[in-house]
């Protein structure tokens, strides 16, 4: 593979908190590890970091520090379980909620220091629909919407699919439903989701699979482990295994499309070769 390879950016989101978004980043980049991927999983909570104490890390430096100028993007990377590598967040840093859109711009850029050694970055976005998740998920290549069957997850998420459609131009999100107590209920979910949008918006919605509700997810967050690690037989595992092999698939990014993104100088050099 040539070293100016495609990244697979892959932002999982959903506007409400509390619908196990952190949960299926960490086992989903765990899972593509698996497959033989070279995963990186920016925690891009900046201000409350969640990654690193859901898997019980001590980072010695975090974005902060990147932002600061004191180090590099590389030098804040931690080896997560699996051989997945984690950009991690500060925790209870007010400066990071507000950070000026340059900020965002340059943490964005930052990553092309490390694109030689990665196939797959996931990022983790805060709950909500602030300036940061924006600029996180405009610059991603696949939307990974978490949504679970309450009223104001599906709302919440209808909220951010509509924002990122009208405001800047996105047509095409995948759909997880997370923390179903049946398939039946997934697609369910899922197709309450697609009743508004395809209502009111111009969007295309793909339904990726459903992680069952799963009481192993439960434990291995109190040992502060990923479940696909504490528990790698249990149901959410099995599905996020399946997930992960439907991610895997999914085409790579061809060509920039106009704005700040991810590793877009690999796209630029791309369009001029057969690489």
Not at 75 to 85: A, E, H, K, T
Not at 138 to 164: F, G, M, N
Not at 166 to 184: C, E, I, K
Not at 240 to 247: D, N, P, S, W, Y
Request: charged letters at 20%; a neutral charge; proline letters at 4%.
């Amino acid at each position: 593979m040539a070293s100016n390879h495609p990244v697979q950016v892959i932002a999982v989101t959903g506007g409400k908190g509390g619908i196990g978004k952190t949960n299926v980043s960490v086992n989903l980049s765990l899972a593509l590890a698996e497959l033989g991927r070279r995963v990186v999983l920016l925690d891009a909570d900046l201000g409350l970091a969640n990654v690193d104490v859901l898997l019980g890390l001590k980072p010695k430096a975090t974005l902060v520090d990147v932002l600061d100028g004191t180090c590099e993007l590389r030098d804040v990377l931690i080896d997560g379980p699996g051989g997945i590598r984690i950009v991690p967040a500060a925790s209870g840093a007010a400066r990071m909620v507000n950070l000026q859109p340059q900020e965002h711009a340059g943490l964005i850029q930052a990553f092309s220091d490390i694109g030689q050694n990665i196939d797959v970055l996931i990022v983790d976005t805060a709950a909500g629909i602030s300036d940061s998740v924006i600029s996180f998920v405009r610059a991603a290549q696949e939307v990974l919407v978490v949504v679970c069957d309450e009223p104001t997850s599906i709302t919440d998420a209808y909220a951010l699919i509509k924002l990122l459609n009208r405001d800047h131009g996105m047509t095409r999100f995948r759909v997880l439903a997370n923390m179903v107590h049946t398939p039946q209920e997934g697609r369910s979910v899922f197709a309450k989701l697609t009743k508004v949008t395809d209502r009111f918006l111009d969007v295309a919605l793909q339904y990726v699979g459903a992680v069952p509700y799963d009481e192993s997810v439960r434990k291995a967050v109190q040992k502060q482990k990923a479940v696909y690690e504490a528990f790698p037989r249990s149901k959410a595992s099995i599905a996020i295994r399946g997930i992960a092999q439907k991610v895997d698939s999914w085409p790579l990014p061809a060509n920039p499309r106009g704005h700040l993104e991810f590793f877009v100088e690999r796209l630029v050099r791309r369009t001029g070769s057969d690489s």
